[in-house]
């Protein structure tokens, strides 16, 4: 059993960070075309609208939520003075409701998969597997989330976050993590399969994020019918085509 705790939470997180880089780097070195959503937008719009917002949003306080609870230690914010009651509430009510989000967008996205003909035919082989690997770690971090609110509940800055601190030590705490409930390692060994299938999936569109079109300039669109007089009109569009 001792084996067997050190393999998962000592060794595991290590293969995964090199899967996970050395796979997004073939990706990029080889299919640097592919670094895509494939957007299936032209098919569907309207559930796309709906859920693709609450996704992404959610997503975005969900990773934050995770950065400051599992990177920021119990000390510091004691030191800055905030109440540990404080602190847990705001994470249940600011987690918990990103969490509920980004859930609710992702069962939108993934109906709309299964419903709209054109969007389930353009599904890739990758997409049916990290689909409902991404469904099920949302589903167990909020499992996860609402055992906080059972009295005396576990402290995961006291368990999880210190084991998650210890690995960029590269002296893992596997006691710590050991001694988590089965709620946070379901959540931590599912986001580490995740993490694996990430630069083989639609996922690794992530780190192509779309930060210069903050800066890009416009396009204008003419149309080759209008007179000559009046294209000096013609209304700018930062986003192109």
Do not use: K
Request: aromatic share 12%.
């Amino acid at each position: 059993m001792n084996h067997l705790r050190i393999a998962l939470w000592g060794v595991l997180p290590y293969l995964v960070l090199v899967v996970m880089v050395t796979g997004t780097a073939w990706r990029y070195r080889y299919d640097r075309f592919g670094f895509t959503t494939r957007s299936s937008q032209l098919h569907e719009h309207r559930l796309l609208s709906i859920g693709g917002p609450l996704f992404h949003y959610g997503l975005l306080f969900v990773v934050a939520g995770h950065a400051i609870g599992l990177l920021i230690p119990e000390s510091l914010t004691e030191r800055a003075h905030v109440h540990e009651w404080m602190y847990h509430l705001n994470a249940l009510f600011v987690g918990g409701t990103a969490g509920l989000a980004t859930l609710a967008g992702l069962a939108i996205l993934i109906h709309r998969r299964l419903r709209v003909p054109a969007v389930r035919g353009a599904t890739s082989r990758s997409d049916r597997v990290v689909l409902p690997v991404l469904l099920c770690v949302i589903l167990a971090g909020l499992v996860a989330t609402a055992t906080t609110l059972r009295p005396h509940s576990y402290d995961y800055r006291l368990g999880v976050s210190v084991w998650f601190r210890s690995l960029f030590a590269l002296d893992p705490d596997v006691s710590a993590m050991a001694g988590a409930p089965l709620a946070y390692q379901g959540h931590a060994l599912l986001g580490m399969a995740l993490f694996t299938l990430w630069p083989f999936s639609r996922l690794v569109h992530a780190f192509t994020a779309p930060v210069g079109y903050l800066a890009r300039p416009y396009v204008v669109y003419r149309s080759r019918g209008v007179p000559a007089g009046r294209r000096e009109g013609a209304a700018p569009s930062r986003w192109g085509g």
